[in-house]
């Protein structure tokens, strides 16, 4: 199956499976940091990886970045993928640390990485959990792989299975971001199915191709 050959009930389930975990990722990160979370309703789009870059501001542009890859039944890679400020304000809001800074080598220790990639973790996990449970399928996420670069060298790491056999990504886009007016927090959630791994899932849900 090839992208450009969805049909738009496809489309439809790629967004809902989109809504469905990133609201129980939402409700996951809202419980972290205490206050409320807000999801912005999916889009999925059919993109070159140029303009998958331009989604988070650019190839030059600084973000932090968890990746996981997701094995088992549907392969497919999940992004939280956050800005240089937002991080801070991530982990300072999780640790009561209001001198955080990822560019001071004295505060940005291991034990503030490791707040972000639990939180990537809690996160990413009940977006994975949700999709498993909608899908009745199975996936195996690996340890979570924080980057903090350019989102080209970022984005180019997590693609390279899939630039083997495609030159355009689908990206499930979901966007959170939290009500706390001094602290404001939003990351963007891409999930990247593999080609290979569309037909699995639109046969677990009942939707045949010509559909």
Known sequence: MTYENLSPIQFDAL???????????ATALSQLLDQKVNMVIP??????????????????????????????DAPLHVFFVL????????VQT????????????????KINYSVLEEVGNIVAGSY??????????????????LGIDMAAAILTYGLIDISQVSDYAIVIDSKVNSE??????????F???H??????IFSSLGIKEYE
Request: aromatic share 6%; hydrophobic share 40%.
């Open 128 to 145: 994975i959990s949700a999709l498993s449970d909608f899908t009745n399928l199975n996936f195996q996420p690996s340890v979570p792989h």
């Open 191 to 193: 999930l990247l199915p």
């Open 83 to 90: 800005s240089i400020e937002e991080a801070e304000v991530l």
């Open 15 to 25: 967004r809902e499976i989109g809504n469905i975990g990133a609201g129980n990722a």
């Open 43 to 72: 889009t999925v789009k059919i993109v070159t990886f140029d303009e998958m870059m331009d989604l988070i501001g650019g190839p030059d542009a600084s973000v932090v970045a968890i990746l996981f890859r997701v094995f088992g």
């Open 94 to 109: 999780m640790t009561h640390n209001s001198t955080f800074s990822l560019m001071d080598e004295n505060s940005a220790n």
């Open 180 to 189: 706390d007016s001094d602290n404001t927090m939003k990351g963007n959630l």
């Open 195 to 200: 080609p290979e791994s569309l037909q699995t």
